[in-house]
């Protein structure tokens, strides 16, 4: 009697992307077969998946075709064992479902008779040699890339700044371009510690720096600038950074202080902090005799040490730090008076953060959409390349431009998530340490500290006559601290003078000018 049969073919489209798998050559090679055995093909279904499970629209399709067809199919025909599976467990459990149903698996290509026992040590064989393949073949190009970049060669996504050439030996190396000298401004820029990330990219935008804000943020953070190569841990091997062969654009020492500058570690200030919670002020002042700098250590005396703040130049100023930290928490104290103020301004932010809140949801949506339409984009190119009308390469091009961008859209998704749910914490926390500065101040670390007075007063300040003085004071602070009517001025004019000046401070008025507290 003539025996029937399936066919099924699979690839996927990686798989026909970066090794020709063809549908059709399957086809044209599987109904020859059967042609050549006198073997009858009733039924005839093709995957573009993966066959790492069974959870394949078509396998699904097939499988169902069998229950309603009891009987009537002999043969499930493939050209090889790992176009039916690539996982020996679920290859099994499948082989004896089919059994139940009347149905012998078989790949033309590579024969075996089920029914003998030590076949199946040569299924195992050929179900895991392609992945073994795979695997060989990825760890190659692991090995391969990390021996690149400990020889100093950048691989993978050039960095803004640099475009691809070829050295003295032939080999791929990276270049400075013609964005190179805005990259150097950018960092220039940012270390100057005058603008926030967000503030020194739009500036650096209409410079002619043609980049997003998330690649901004990347560009800003990447040591290859500096002409070192970061490897990973992997395995047994330690991280580590080597000398790359390209031409560094910045040096250490800038990269290191915007690296500080957008951690929170480094205000705009010449300061030497120090290690002693006695002297929370050294670095901060300067002397009113000579305008040198005044330092801070300690004396043994009786009873123990006593500290003071004293000139470096070896002018005689010398005063009590216990004096000088007492009289600094006074004048701590004068700057949170006005709650009035402090609780508009708060209302005023509140204000502006829920307001924004529905442009934050048509952002989210609009983010949403470009996925969907990014997730079309890849399954249209999908099937021009199974209808080959491309080829791999632009569809490889294609897939991994749709990669980046959506990598970028999910990151401002969560920046959006993230300042909708911590704001108010973030406001909260702000404005309890502005109504309680001193309690703050006095309940804080040394580098807690040092922070809020380096975020207040961005010059230096002189200590004279029992109080102090200084050119400059952040202009949030003199906002919140002044004798202002509240009721005189709007919630949005408030919240506008707020947003406007709190990321930058500048000068009052000419030099004459000072702030005494």
């Not at 040590?121 to 795979?134: K, R, T």
């Not at 509140?350 to 983010?367: C, E, P, R």
């Not at 001193?438 to 380096?454: P, R, V």
């Amino acid at each position: 009697m003539k025996k029937t049969a399936i066919i099924y073919i699979r690839v996927s489209t990686d798989e026909q992307a970066e090794k020709g798998y063809s549908l059709q050559h399957q086809e044209e090679r599987l109904r020859k077969y059967c042609e050549l055995h006198d073997i009858n093909v009733i039924g005839f279904f093709k995957d573009d998946h993966s066959a790492k499970t069974f959870n394949r629209p078509e396998f699904k399709k097939l499988l169902e075709f069998l229950k309603k067809h009891k009987k009537v199919v002999d043969l499930l025909l493939f050209t090889k064992w790992d176009r039916f599976s690539r996982n020996a467990g679920d290859a099994y459990f499948m082989i004896n479902s089919l059994g139940k149903l009347g149905v012998e698996p078989q790949a033309i290509e590579q024969p075996l008779d089920l029914e003998i026992p030590e076949n199946k040590i040569m299924l195992a064989f050929y179900l895991a040699a392609p992945e073994v393949e795979n695997d060989r073949r990825a760890l190659n190009i692991i090995v391969g890339m990390r021996r690149a970049k400990k020889d100093g060669r950048w691989m993978g996504r050039i960095p803004h700044g640099y475009s691809r050439a070829r050295d003295e030996m032939d080999k791929p190396i990276i270049v400075p371009n013609e964005e190179a000298p805005l990259i150097v401004k950018a960092y220039k820029l940012l270390a100057k510690g005058l603008y926030p990330v967000e503030e020194a990219w739009r500036i650096m935008e209409k410079q002619g720096l043609k980049i997003g804000k998330n690649q901004f943020w990347e560009l800003i953070q990447n040591p290859a600038y500096t002409g070192k190569i970061f490897i990973r841990e992997y395995k047994d091997e330690e991280e580590q950074s080597v000398i790359g062969r390209h031409k560094p654009l910045i040096t250490e020492e800038l990269f290191n202080r915007v690296q500080d500058f957008i951690n929170g570690r480094r205000k705009n200030l010449p300061v030497k902090y120090c290690k002693r919670n006695d002297l929370p002020l050294r670095g901060f002042l300067i002397c009113p005799r000579c305008g040198k700098n005044l330092t801070g250590s300690a004396s043994k005396g009786n009873g123990g040490k006593y500290f003071y703040y004293h000139c470096l130049k070896g002018c005689k100023e010398r005063v009590k730090a216990e004096t000088v930290n007492r009289r600094f928490l006074d004048a701590l104290s004068t700057i949170s008076s006005n709650k009035n103020v402090i609780d508009y301004y708060y209302a005023a932010i509140d204000d502006l953060f829920k307001s924004n809140a529905q442009q934050k949801i048509k952002s989210v949506k609009k983010i949403h959409e470009q996925l969907q339409q990014n997730e079309e984009q890849v399954f249209k190119a999908q099937q021009f390349l199974l209808e080959q009308k491309i080829d791999s390469n632009d569809y490889k091009s294609m897939k991994k431009r749709y990669e980046r961008q959506n990598d970028d859209l999910v990151k401002q998704e969560a920046q959006f998530g993230i300042m909708n749910a911590e704001y108010k914490k973030y406001l909260d926390w702000d404005f309890t340490l502005i109504k309680n500065l001193s309690k703050g101040f006095e309940k804080a670390d040394l580098e807690g500290k040092q922070k809020i007075i380096g975020s207040i007063f961005p010059e230096k300040m002189i200590f004279t006559k029992n109080q102090f003085r200084t050119r400059k004071m952040n202009t949030v602070v003199q906002l919140i601290s002044q004798n202002t009517n509240e009721k005189s001025r709007n919630k949005k004019d408030l919240a506008l003078a707020l947003s406007a000046k709190s990321d930058k401070v500048g000068p009052l008025g000419l030099e004459p000018s000072t702030h005494r507290l």
